[in-house]
């Protein structure tokens, strides 16, 4: 079993859609969880961290973590052109990731004008 | 604030030599650094974690002995790839820790 999951395949969302990925992890004692953001060519920027259960909102990105069904979302509103990327969620066993970070595949969301 | 910087951005090389990567972190002191490899279309692979004044450990299946780890300062890690061989060949990023971790570039290897 894969430490971090994310199986949806490409995601294409017309402009100023919602735009929903989710991930699974398998390690029950994880306690930080983020989300960043890959552009083709680039370095990962991290777009959200979530430590507790529930929504945690940024601007247009909302979290959503669920430690019981080990399970952590990404909503993106109003999706824009500049949102297409590769997005990769992001498991630590410590808080604030300050030890080793396991990453999903990663979900590419592709925002059509 | 924090900002990390690699170098170099990408070097190409032929099989057999050794290329060195930097990663400093330039606005903060880090004690641990992270060493991740990306190979196209995949995620990132967490390599090795660097410890200031120690040795670096290793994620299993990474070779120590062909990637040299130093971590010589609180802003300075370095990786070296030795003997390197066209199956290294990938996209290297590094991150710092400061509060949570901070990804550098990356620095993009070609073995030919």
């Known amino acids: 079993q894969k430490e971090v999951e994310q199986n949806s395949g490409p995601l294409s969302v017309p402009e100023g859609a919602i735009a929903s990925l989710n991930c699974t992890y398998s390690?029950?004692?994880?306690?930080?969880f983020f989300w960043y953001r890959q552009y083709s060519g680039k370095s990962p920027e991290l777009i959200m961290s979530?430590?507790?259960?529930g929504d945690k909102e940024d601007g247009r990105f909302t979290a959503q973590l669920n430690k019981a069904s080990q399970y952590v979302s990404l909503l993106i509103r109003d999706s824009q052109p500049s949102d297409s990327a590769t997005y990769l969620c992001?498991?630590?066993?410590?808080?604030?990731?300050?030890?080793?970070?396991?990453f999903g595949k990663g979900n590419q969301v592709v925002v059509i004008p | 604030g924090a900002v990390v910087s690699q170098h170099p951005s990408w070097v190409i090389c032929k099989s057999g030599t050794s290329v060195k990567i930097e990663c400093r972190s330039l606005?903060?002191?880090?004690?641990?650094m992270f060493w991740y490899r990306q190979f196209p279309k995949q995620s990132l692979m967490l390599m090795a974690t660097?410890?200031?004044?120690?040795?670096?450990?290793?994620e299993q299946g990474v070779e120590k002995d062909k990637f040299l780890i130093n971590h010589a300062s609180l802003t300075l890690s370095t990786l070296t790839v030795t003997s390197a061989h066209p199956e290294d060949s990938s996209f290297y990023i590094c991150?710092?820790?400061?509060?949570?971790?901070?990804f550098g570039p990356g620095t993009r290897l070609l073995v030919l």
């Open positions: 991150s710092a820790l400061s509060e949570t971790q901070y």
């Open positions: 390690d029950r004692g994880s306690q930080s």
């Open positions: 979530i430590y507790s259960n």
């Open positions: 992001a498991v630590a066993r410590s808080l604030y990731g300050n030890n080793r970070l396991a």
């Open positions: 606005d903060f002191q880090a004690t641990t």
């Open positions: 660097s410890n200031e004044g120690s040795k670096a450990t290793y």
